[in-house]
Protein backbone atom coordinates (compact mmCIF):
# COMPACT_ATOMS: atom_id res chain seq x y z
CA UNK A 1 0.00 0.00 0.00
CA UNK A 2 1.26 3.70 -0.47
CA UNK A 3 2.14 6.19 1.63
CA UNK A 4 2.51 9.68 1.04
CA UNK A 5 4.84 12.57 1.84
CA UNK A 6 3.83 15.86 1.56
CA UNK A 7 6.93 18.36 1.56
CA UNK A 8 6.35 22.72 1.93
CA UNK A 9 9.03 25.01 0.23
CA UNK A 10 11.28 27.50 1.07
CA UNK A 11 9.63 29.79 4.35
CA UNK A 12 6.82 27.28 4.55
CA UNK A 13 5.27 24.96 6.39
CA UNK A 14 3.17 21.72 6.75
CA UNK A 15 0.42 23.78 7.87
CA UNK A 16 -0.33 26.49 5.08
CA UNK A 17 -1.30 26.36 1.36
CA UNK A 18 -2.86 23.61 0.35
CA UNK A 19 -0.75 21.03 2.59
CA UNK A 20 -3.59 20.45 5.17
CA UNK A 21 -6.48 20.02 2.61
CA UNK A 22 -4.29 17.52 1.25
CA UNK A 23 -3.24 15.57 4.28
CA UNK A 24 -7.26 15.81 5.19
CA UNK A 25 -8.49 14.24 1.59
CA UNK A 26 -5.53 11.60 2.08
CA UNK A 27 -6.38 10.94 6.08
CA UNK A 28 -10.40 10.19 4.92
CA UNK A 29 -9.02 7.27 2.10
CA UNK A 30 -7.86 5.97 5.53
CA UNK A 31 -3.71 5.77 3.71
CA UNK A 32 -0.74 6.75 5.65
CA UNK A 33 0.44 10.56 5.22
CA UNK A 34 3.44 12.40 6.57
CA UNK A 35 3.94 15.99 6.52
CA UNK A 36 7.45 17.11 7.96
CA UNK A 37 8.21 20.44 8.86
CA UNK A 38 11.15 21.25 7.62
CA UNK A 39 13.66 23.84 8.99
CA UNK A 40 13.12 27.52 7.69
CA UNK A 41 14.68 30.95 7.82
CA UNK A 42 18.30 32.19 6.52
CA UNK A 43 20.37 30.28 9.07
CA UNK A 44 18.70 27.10 8.97
CA UNK A 45 17.19 26.32 5.33
CA UNK A 46 19.36 24.57 3.46
CA UNK A 47 20.25 20.72 1.77
CA UNK A 48 21.82 19.62 4.66
CA UNK A 49 19.45 20.41 7.27
CA UNK A 50 16.67 19.50 5.39
CA UNK A 51 18.33 16.15 4.06
CA UNK A 52 18.72 15.62 7.91
CA UNK A 53 15.07 15.77 8.47
CA UNK A 54 14.25 13.72 5.54
CA UNK A 55 17.06 10.84 5.99
CA UNK A 56 15.02 9.97 9.47
CA UNK A 57 11.96 9.01 7.30
CA UNK A 58 13.90 6.85 5.21
CA UNK A 59 15.38 5.29 8.30
CA UNK A 60 12.53 4.90 9.73
CA UNK A 61 11.01 2.88 6.34
CA UNK A 62 8.68 5.73 5.84
CA UNK A 63 10.01 6.76 2.21
CA UNK A 64 10.47 3.79 -0.09
CA UNK A 65 9.27 2.40 -3.35
CA UNK A 66 5.22 2.30 -2.56
CA UNK A 67 5.95 6.27 -1.48
CA UNK A 68 4.28 9.20 -3.54
CA UNK A 69 5.60 12.40 -2.51
CA UNK A 70 4.22 16.02 -3.09
CA UNK A 71 6.08 18.70 -3.19
CA UNK A 72 5.87 22.02 -3.67
CA UNK A 73 7.97 25.65 -4.83
CA UNK A 74 11.60 24.79 -3.76
CA UNK A 75 10.78 21.13 -2.20
CA UNK A 76 10.45 19.27 -5.94
CA UNK A 77 14.42 20.30 -6.58
CA UNK A 78 15.37 19.04 -3.32
CA UNK A 79 13.19 16.19 -3.46
CA UNK A 80 15.20 15.10 -6.93
CA UNK A 81 18.55 16.21 -5.26
CA UNK A 82 17.78 13.49 -2.16
CA UNK A 83 16.72 11.21 -4.20
CA UNK A 84 19.58 11.24 -6.58
CA UNK A 85 22.36 11.87 -3.91
CA UNK A 86 20.97 8.64 -1.71
CA UNK A 87 19.86 6.36 -4.70
CA UNK A 88 16.45 6.02 -3.39
CA UNK A 89 13.38 4.83 -5.37
CA UNK A 90 10.01 5.96 -4.78
CA UNK A 91 6.54 4.89 -6.80
CA UNK A 92 5.56 9.10 -7.80
CA UNK A 93 6.26 12.07 -7.99
CA UNK A 94 3.30 14.94 -7.75
CA UNK A 95 5.49 18.33 -8.12
CA UNK A 96 3.76 21.83 -7.78
CA UNK A 97 5.78 24.90 -9.47
CA UNK A 98 8.96 23.15 -9.23
CA UNK A 99 12.47 24.74 -10.31
CA UNK A 100 16.18 24.18 -10.40
CA UNK A 101 19.17 26.91 -10.79
CA UNK A 102 16.69 29.88 -10.87
CA UNK A 103 17.84 33.05 -9.00
CA UNK A 104 15.79 36.38 -9.09
CA UNK A 105 13.43 35.68 -6.41
CA UNK A 106 15.05 37.88 -3.83
CA UNK A 107 17.89 37.91 -1.68
CA UNK A 108 16.63 35.72 1.42
CA UNK A 109 15.22 32.93 -1.22
CA UNK A 110 18.08 33.07 -3.52
CA UNK A 111 20.36 31.88 -0.58
CA UNK A 112 18.24 29.56 0.15
CA UNK A 113 16.96 28.16 -2.65
CA UNK A 114 20.60 27.84 -4.15
CA UNK A 115 21.71 25.17 -1.97
CA UNK A 116 19.03 23.00 -3.16
CA UNK A 117 20.21 23.09 -6.79
CA UNK A 118 22.06 20.45 -8.75
CA UNK A 119 23.14 19.71 -12.22
CA UNK A 120 21.95 15.91 -12.78
CA UNK A 121 18.29 16.35 -12.19
CA UNK A 122 17.53 14.33 -15.49
CA UNK A 123 18.51 11.44 -13.54
CA UNK A 124 15.67 11.10 -10.78
CA UNK A 125 13.79 10.01 -13.85
CA UNK A 126 15.61 6.24 -12.45
CA UNK A 127 14.35 6.82 -9.10
CA UNK A 128 10.55 7.29 -9.89
CA UNK A 129 8.06 5.31 -11.47
CA UNK A 130 6.13 8.75 -12.75
CA UNK A 131 6.90 12.20 -12.21
CA UNK A 132 4.22 14.68 -12.76
CA UNK A 133 4.70 18.42 -12.53
CA UNK A 134 2.20 20.86 -12.13
CA UNK A 135 3.02 24.69 -13.01
CA UNK A 136 1.35 27.82 -14.24
CA UNK A 137 1.65 30.68 -16.58
CA UNK A 138 1.54 33.51 -14.21
CA UNK A 139 3.64 32.67 -11.17
CA UNK A 140 4.52 36.00 -9.43
CA UNK A 141 8.35 34.77 -8.19
CA UNK A 142 9.02 31.97 -10.62
CA UNK A 143 9.68 32.45 -14.40
CA UNK A 144 7.55 30.13 -16.54
CA UNK A 145 10.18 29.77 -18.57
CA UNK A 146 11.94 28.14 -15.64
CA UNK A 147 9.26 25.94 -14.51
CA UNK A 148 8.56 24.48 -17.70
CA UNK A 149 11.94 23.68 -18.62
CA UNK A 150 11.96 21.83 -14.97
CA UNK A 151 8.98 20.00 -16.27
CA UNK A 152 10.41 19.33 -19.60
CA UNK A 153 13.56 18.02 -18.17
CA UNK A 154 11.68 15.32 -15.22
CA UNK A 155 8.19 14.96 -15.93
CA UNK A 156 6.28 12.04 -17.63
CA UNK A 157 2.83 14.21 -17.65
CA UNK A 158 2.92 18.13 -17.10
CA UNK A 159 0.06 20.11 -16.29
CA UNK A 160 -0.27 23.96 -16.88
CA UNK A 161 -2.63 26.22 -14.92
CA UNK A 162 -3.05 29.56 -16.96
CA UNK A 163 -3.73 31.56 -13.94
CA UNK A 164 -2.90 29.95 -10.62
CA UNK A 165 -0.34 32.12 -9.84
CA UNK A 166 2.59 30.10 -7.64
CA UNK A 167 -0.48 27.82 -6.55
CA UNK A 168 -0.57 28.73 -2.81
CA UNK A 169 -2.63 30.58 -0.61
CA UNK A 170 -1.66 33.62 -1.88
CA UNK A 171 -2.86 32.75 -5.32
CA UNK A 172 -5.84 31.10 -3.57
CA UNK A 173 -4.98 27.96 -3.31
CA UNK A 174 -5.90 25.92 0.06
CA UNK A 175 -7.75 23.77 -1.34
CA UNK A 176 -6.18 21.94 -4.66
CA UNK A 177 -8.85 19.10 -6.34
CA UNK A 178 -6.41 18.65 -8.90
CA UNK A 179 -4.22 17.10 -6.86
CA UNK A 180 -6.53 14.10 -5.72
CA UNK A 181 -6.34 12.62 -9.06
CA UNK A 182 -2.72 11.84 -8.59
CA UNK A 183 -3.43 9.74 -5.62
Not at 135 to 160: G, L, M, R
Amino acid sequence: MSNYLLVHGSFGSPFVNWFPYLRNEIEKRELVVYTPDLPTGVEYQNYDNWSKTIESYVSAGIINEDTIIYAHSIAPIFICHFLVSHKIKVKKLVFVCGFNNYLGINEEYDNVNKTMYFDDLEDVKQYAEEIICFYTKNDPYVKYEAEKEFADTIATKQIVIDDGGHLNSESGYTEFTQLLEHL
